[in-house]
RNA sequence: GCCCGUGUGGUGGAAUGGUAGACACGACAGAUUCAAAAUCUGUUGCAGCAAUGCGUGGCGGUUCGAGUCCGCCCACGGGUACCA
């Protein structure tokens, strides 16, 4: 900034503009210009198309990290360049504000989670702000706050009444020593958190959705999201689970020794089982129950061996990924079922750890010679191993491990009972449900993996469920002119458990039905159900009803959403699901049934992790700032120890290695920062923050900024050379930045910009010509840098705001090439290449290619076996 | 465990089945400077003086041609229903 004697000794040009890149003051004031004419406040346009962009709402943590960089970053080019395009733009902002992280706060710091949770909403505000954002302010909404959540108990009404709401019992994570419910990460290794205490599984009555009901519609549907990641869509096809098998019972044998210790209980004379493998009925060798299966539920009240290995079971975490992974334990219960196709057999009847009572019947037979977690624990408790398919007809029987190939592969049915011997799996299995239900054992049913959507939280800071006990009237839905029932104030957390559950004050109402004293539901929501619908509630965020139709029809569907691949499942499937019970109960239209068209899932930002061992030899995490690196090595800046360096880990605060947005933007400008976040690594992927990449990225905005200076005192009278050249690559860059952006390619759009701004920079075109590329050049950059492509368009003179300017369109005329480069391969290796006018035919190629001094010191002599010409690709010679 | 991804120079990465390494970082060399920073120019996959050979996590396959498609394996990441 200070100019130095020596410079002011120099000859220098008289000075039009100011002599640096100075992102924090042209920041600013196109922040302030954009604010004043409000340009990014959405309003319902009939004549115009619209364009719905969002990218997923925070939890306000209080701080913004580089993540909510790169994700608003993503989804405000789209939403600029969408502008440019001529459509009515929405791109609103919210807080997805309930959660436990506020819970904890309040054990941690005595802070209530309110006051915690709005301090925070205001932070992270004030840190996004800067990054020039072209958000639609006005609209914000905290699904915290009781204007958002009202609507939200209002539709629990509507959709109690429309039934697809249900109480049952279910399992949560029990600390014994808290005496409260654990969420599923607040379980290590089997033991509570802040207790240690071993956790177990306990029943309690909770709320539930009745996403299982429509479990074929939300698959069926997936085929019709053509712009969702096909991975996406797998994984919610595999997490809904659809299957195909034969559901039968067993008749069970209470008393096979006639020793009368086991009681049989009533009802239950039969064993009801589904298996997906009927066509390996004939090498079932035992049956496993759950331990929450009615039949283990009776057998603990008597027997106390079987109370003993249930608790067992119940205790560790509720998990799926816990009980798949943990130990295999089975109890043999003493009871036997006979075989229906076998009639001598008899098989032991387990209680075992890893069957789930949520899904199938809760019962299966286990069939040890084609299940590998059948074959160990058949090994474990000696049971027998009978095939009922061989790789061949005279392959051994004796197995080391369980047998399990391809269901489309061909194999040989030494034990089939039904169809072919040989036949693939899928043939069996479609034969022995055919044949079963001929026999009268069993029919062939269709299930869902799919759950039922468990709404119900034993916590304070989530959504209050809006119901009411009644002693006389049960359980009854709050009057929806009571509504919102608003979250007491007046709570503590010093005591472990749900302080709604001692606030009688709070809990205590008139039931709506008869008008007596009773209590409030003291379950909250789950946060998914939040933040299942505020797509919708963007659409008219102040309204006094959920949505309005008029708004909903004109600004649904969202047309582009975007987030982190970790929502596939859990979030966007209760969402896909909640659109249409919204629909159902009259608050979204018939066409909002799925309401995210697109789909983008970026990764995550990751950094390297510095690390040393401390005295304790307990590890040390450094903060980057403390650290000064030296190649590949990193040194601590206070004392020189060189540290550990671990490449590229998931940005974590325990680990210390989160980048603050806000230190870049501080010594960069925002539009470095959204410049770096976009332009190394394509957005799918996960993206390595380096503070070296930065600074080249402020270094390039900086040579725009220089080169727009320069062309802004070029005189304009001179002719210049090579315009046409300027002008052509100009209208190739036009042309390929809008393929990036619009294949969300903007790492691929950054690189084009980089090569036309070394063009320009080279160029000695006219100014008239080189006036022309940089403003062009500012336009095709403002999706991604506005603030700094706004100063180049008013510094050279552009029209009005580059914000409002409609998107440049690429001359045709300008993209053709009239010759060339095709490499030459012999045998797929390149050995050289010729120029040739695009428009030559193949026969004149090949012979060009053919005299290639290369293919005819290869050749030696000899004739090709084939030459294969790709018009305007390649040219293969094979020998 | 199960489901879904990802794997390319020293680094981030590019490449409709058609010249592997665009673009950028770093490094090296040069210009400029009293000197440095900044800036600008050039070189840079590996081995080799070179010709050339080898190279996209590993092994195999399809193809005139594979980073790309198929099979198996390894490593890492995400999800696994109460973190959001």
Known sequence: MTTCPAFRRKKVPPMTAPTRYTPSEIEARWQAAWEKDDIFKA?????????????MFPYPSGRIHMGHVRNYTLGDVIARYKMAKGFNVLHPMGWDSFGLAAENAAMQKGIHPGEWTYQNIEDMKNQMKPLGFSLDWSRE???????????????FIDMIEAGLIYRKNAIVNWDPVDMTVLANEQVEQGRGWRSGALVERRELTQWFFKISDYSDELLGALDNLENWP??????????????????????????????ATISPPDGHDRIEVYTTRPDTLLGASFVGISPDHPIAKLLERDNAEVAKFVAECRKGGTTEEAIETGEKLGLDTGIRV?????????????????????????????????????????????????????????????LTEAYVPQKTEKVFYNRGFAGEQWQTGLEAIDAAITFCESQGVGQGVTKFRLRDWGLSRQRYWGCPIPVVHCDDCG????????????????????????????????????????????????????TFVDSSWYYARFTAPHADTPTVMEDAEYWMNVD??????????????????????????????????????????????????????????????????????????????EGGAEVEVIPSAKMSKSKNNVVDPLSIISDFGADTARWFVLSDSPPERDVEWTAS??????????????????????DTAREGKGNDDLLKQMHKTIHDVTMAI?????????????????AIQKSDASQAVQREAILTLAQLMAPMTPHLAEDIWEKLGGEGMITTTPWPVADEAMLVDDTVTLPIQVNGKRRGEIDVPADMPKDEVEKLALAHPNVIRILDGGSPKKVIVVPGRIVNVVV
């Open 43 to 55: 309003v319902r346009k009939a004549d115009m198309p619209k364009y719905y962009v969002l990218e």
């Open 141 to 155: 909404i905290a699904t915290c706050h009781p204007d958002y959540y009202q609507h939200q108990q209002a539709m």
């Open 230 to 259: 096909a991975k996406v869509r797998l994984m919610q096809e595999n997490w809904i689970g659809k299957s195909r098998g034969l559901q039968f019972a067993f008749s069970t044998i209470f008393d096979p020794e006639g020793d």
């Open 338 to 398: 006979r075989h229906p196709f076998d009639t001598g057999a008899e098989l032991p009847v387990y209680i075992a750890n890893f069957i789930l009572m949520d899904y199938g019947t809760g019962a299966i037979f286990g069939c040890p010679a084609h299940d590998q977690r059948d074959f160990e624990f058949a090994t474990k408790y000696d049971l027998p191993i009978i095939s009922t398919y061989l790789p061949s007809e005279d392959a051994a029987e004796e």
């Open 475 to 526: 359980v009854v839905p709050e009057k929806k002119e009571n509504l919102p029932v608003k979250l007491p104030e007046d709570v503590t957390f010093d005591i472990p458990g749900n302080p709604l559950d001692r606030h009688m004050e709070w809990r205590t109402t008139p039931c709506p039905t008869c008008g007596k004293d009773a209590l409030r539901e003291t379950d909250t929501m789950d």
């Open 560 to 637: 582009q959403y975007i987030g982190g691949v970790e929502h596939a499942i859990l979030h966007l499937l209760y969402a896909r699901f909640f659109a249409r019970a919204m629909q159902i109960t009259g608050h979204l239209p018939e066409s909002a049934v799925e309401p995210f068209d697109a789909l983008f899932t970026q990764g995550m930002v990751t950094h390297a992790i510095y690390k040393s061992v401390g005295a304790d030899d307990r590890p040390i995490f450094h903060y980057p700032e403390e650290v000064e690196l030296k190649g590949d090595q990193a040194f601590l800046k």
């Open 693 to 714: 990449g930065a600074e080249a990225a402020y270094k390039h905005l900086s040579r725009v900024w220089n080169l727009c200076n320069r062309i802004a005192t070029i």
């Open 742 to 758: 619009e294949s969300f390619g903007f790492n691929a759009a950054i690189a084009k910009l980089y090569g036309f701004t070394a």
